[in-house]
Nanobody, 122 residues
Framework: EDQLVESGGGLVQPGGSLNLTCIAS????????MSWARQAPGTGLEWIAS????????DYAPSVKGRFTISRENRKNTLYLRMTSLKPEDTAVYYC???????????????WGRGTQVTVSA
């Protein structure tokens, strides 16, 4: 079974930065397209960014494009999300997923980690 463990969340001021990490086990990261998704309190799931298995193509949601960067190190079985210019509306639990499209018809698809909390507040 694919397992994913996210880390790196925390409390940050508006305009600040955070780096999230997702360590995969039970499978070779390089065999999967990967993505990040998030869920804010009282809201639905939101796809944020995706990356192809070789890292040659990425895609971003309009809400984070230009501020967030998804990347991967397949030899370390690790996925990253670099977040800059953070806003209060970025507050959410962030998840890594072993799919290019982690949300299908509003529901989770693929394997998800337990998530890491990101809070953006002054």
């Amino acid at each position: 079974e694919d397992q994913l463990v996210e880390s790196g969340g925390g409390l940050v001021q508006p305009g600040g930065s955070l780096n999230l990490t997702c360590i995969a086990s039970g499978f070779l990261l390089g065999s999967r397209d990967m993505s990040w998704a998030r869920q804010a309190p009282g809201t639905g799931l939101e796809w944020i960014a995706s990356i192809r298995r070789g890292g040659g193509r990425t895609d971003y949601a309009p809400s984070v494009k230009g501020r967030f960067t998804i990347s991967r190190e397949n030899r370390k079985n690790t996925l990253y999300l670099r977040m800059t210019s953070l806003k209060p509306e970025d507050t959410a639990v962030y998840y890594c997923v072993n799919r290019w499209e982690p949300i299908v018809y509003g529901r989770r698809d693929g394997d998800w980690g337990r998530g890491t909390q990101v809070t953006v507040s002054a």
